[in-house]
């Protein structure tokens, strides 16, 4: 069952931040929020992922709440390439100390020229 | 360095036959996964391999699906008989296990995915 809640669909102008929100208010204090987008026809790409603290790297930043209940993955200067569908996921601890995925369904971003 | 590679990237299949998908993880990988998107749903998790041991397959639909990772390598997910409802995208991903400020990560990176209908 999905632990998170995004908008489907979102436009942003090229050259623009942006913003693409996720809930997830049932996450547990050890599990980690991860961002990846799915370009068409390929796999889940890796952004970025985090605990408490916001994180950076070369494509994205990711701030989450403090109470860590909802969090934004934040695309600088979007370009054209960067539509896709972005998924936020709670990794979650499994069996035998493993850790799964929990997809939700996602945000379309559409970049517009 | 090569990523999770996925064979075949398409299969159509009638109903009742059976289907073997591969998925050749990130060398030096131990930890291999397999999820799957049906038609209108999320991806979702199926199974979790370390080295050649299943950790955790609490995510397979039932028992017409097995997956084998014999040698710790490659893997296969088989459907045997294949149904309708079976029909989606198969994705494979593969991490390897890290530890950051004393929490392990696992960052898995994913194939690009088997397409299969069935019909």
């Known amino acids: 069952d999905a632990k998170t809640t995004q908008p489907p669909s979102m436009d942003c102008a090229e050259g623009r931040a942006a913003n693409l929100p996720c809930n997830h208010s049932?996450?547990?204090?050890?599990?980690?929020v991860y961002w990846y987008r799915q370009i068409h026809s390929q796999g889940p790409q890796y952004i970025i992922h985090?605990?408490?603290n916001n994180e950076t790297n070369e494509m994205a930043s990711l701030i989450i709440t403090e109470d860590r209940k909802s969090s934004t993955l934040i695309l600088p200067h979007a370009t054209l390439r960067d539509t896709a569908v972005y998924y936020c996921?709670?990794?979650?601890?499994?069996?035998?100390?493993?850790?799964?995925?929990?997809f939700g369904t996602g945000t379309r971003l559409k970049v517009l020229a | 360095e090569a990523g999770v590679t996925q064979f075949p990237s398409h299969s159509v299949i009638e109903k009742g036959q059976t289907v073997t998908l591969r998925c050749d993880p990130i060398?030096?990988?131990?930890?291999l996964y397999w999820y799957r998107r049906v038609m209108g749903k999320e991806i979702k998790f199926l199974l979790h391999?370390?080295?050649?041991?299943?950790?955790?397959e609490s995510g397979m639909p039932n028992n017409r699906f097995l997956a084998e990772r014999t040698g710790g390598t490659y893997s296969t997910l088989k459907v045997q008989p294949a149904e309708l409802e079976d029909s989606g995208v198969y994705f494979c991903?593969?991490?390897?296990?890290?530890?950051?400020?004393?929490?392990?990560?696992?960052?898995?990176?994913f194939g690009p995915g088997t397409r299969l209908t069935v019909l």
């Open positions: 991903a593969s991490s390897q296990d890290g530890f950051l400020w004393g929490t392990r990560t696992d960052t898995q990176y």
């Open positions: 996921i709670v990794r979650v601890g499994g069996t035998s100390g493993t850790y799964k995925y929990i």
């Open positions: 060398s030096g990988h131990d930890n």
């Open positions: 985090g605990l408490k």
């Open positions: 391999f370390v080295k050649e041991s299943k950790q955790d």
């Open positions: 049932t996450i547990s204090g050890n599990e980690y």
